[in-house]
């Protein structure tokens, strides 16, 4: 595993979880865990599920600039698949790093599994040029456009 994304892990763990369990978004059928997470365009990048949410993450690499750029700030990230909008987020014992909302909430996730499946069709989905995207498919047959790549 690579360190930064340990790092991540331990910090989403130990210091933003005991946070959110209260909220009324908080799944506890879902534990916090990393998918997919490899180099990609190089930088490291992979989905992270946590009982509250779903997110892309991007750790940077040396070249990229936005890990100077105050958390909250938006910095728009092409993918083979298209463009998309992510966030910078700092996090306490983490490198500045970008997320990509997948799921603001996983409460219709019934288990660890189906949100593992959902996190590695997303990340086949992200990194597949455009075309392909458009003749994609997913679970019910219909046709996904690069536009509701996110939204399934």
Known sequence: MHP???KLLVAYRETVQPKMRELPMYN???QV???GFEIRDGRMSGVLITP?????????DDDDQW??????????VEFPSGSHRCVLSA?????SHLSLPLFTT???????????QVAEETLRLLYL?????????????????RRDLLRF
């Open 4 to 6: 930064e994304v340990a």
């Open 106 to 116: 996983v409460q219709d996730f019934d288990d660890q599994d189906t949100a593992r």
């Open 33 to 35: 865990e990393d998918v």
């Open 28 to 30: 506890a059928r879902l």
């Open 67 to 76: 890990h100077n750029l105050p958390p909250g700030k938006t910095v728009e």
């Open 52 to 60: 509250w949410c779903m997110n892309l993450v991007l750790l940077p």
């Open 129 to 145: 040029d455009e075309a392909d995207v458009a003749q994609n498919t997913f679970g019910s047959g219909q046709t996904m456009s």
């Open 91 to 95: 996090t306490e014992g983490v490198a």
